[in-house]
C-alpha cells in the first residue's frame, strides 16, 4: 500500500493563505499523478488540482490564478499553496496518488487517498 499523510490545514481569514503538504510512502511505489481535492458539508467531492509526471497541471476553474500545485519528486510530496483563500473554499481536503507498486517482478497499480485535512475560511 501506498500511503497518504496530509498536513497544514486550518483556520484561516478570508483574503489568506494555507499551504498543505501531502507526503506518500511506502515501499517500490512510482508516482505518476497526485492531486488535492476537496468535499464541502452536502456537496460530492470535487477534482481542485492535479499535477502528473512531467509537471502538467490542471485546475478547478473556481480556484485557478488563486491555488498552485507542485510536487517534490525527491520527497514523494506534493504541495497545495492557497491564496486569496474565500468561504466557499471552506471544505475538507482530501490528497489523491495514483502509481504503480513493483511486488517481485509483477507490477500493479494503486489509487490512494489521504486521511482529509480541514480547512476553512471565516471571520
Known amino acids: 500500500q501506498v500511503q497518504l499523510v496530509e498536513s497544514g490545514g486550518g483556520l484561516v481569514q478570508p483574503g489568506g493563505s494555507l499551504r498543505l503538504s501531502c507526503a506518500a510512502s511506502?515501499?517500490?511505489?512510482?508516482?505518476?499523478?497526485m492531486g488535492w481535492y476537496r468535499q464541502a458539508p452536502g456537496k460530492q467531492r470535487e477534482l481542485v488540482a492535479r499535477?502528473?509526471?512531467?509537471?502538467?497541471?490542471n485546475y478547478a476553474d473556481s480556484v485557478k490564478d488563486r491555488f498552485t500545485i507542485s510536487r517534490d519528486n525527491a520527497k514523494n510530496t506534493a504541495y497545495l499553496q492557497m491564496n486569496s483563500l474565500k468561504p466557499e473554499d471552506t471544505a475538507v481536503y482530501y490528497c489523491?496518488?495514483?502509481?504503480?507498486?513493483?511486488?517481485?517482478?509483477?507490477?500493479?497499480?494503486?489509487?490512494?487517498w489521504g486521511q482529509g485535512t480541514q480547512v476553512t475560511v471565516s471571520s
Open positions: 511506502g515501499s517500490r511505489f512510482s508516482i505518476n499523478a
Open positions: 489523491n496518488a495514483q502509481g504503480s507498486r513493483r511486488s517481485g517482478s509483477y507490477y500493479s497499480s494503486y489509487d490512494s
Open positions: 499535477i502528473i509526471s512531467g509537471g502538467t497541471t
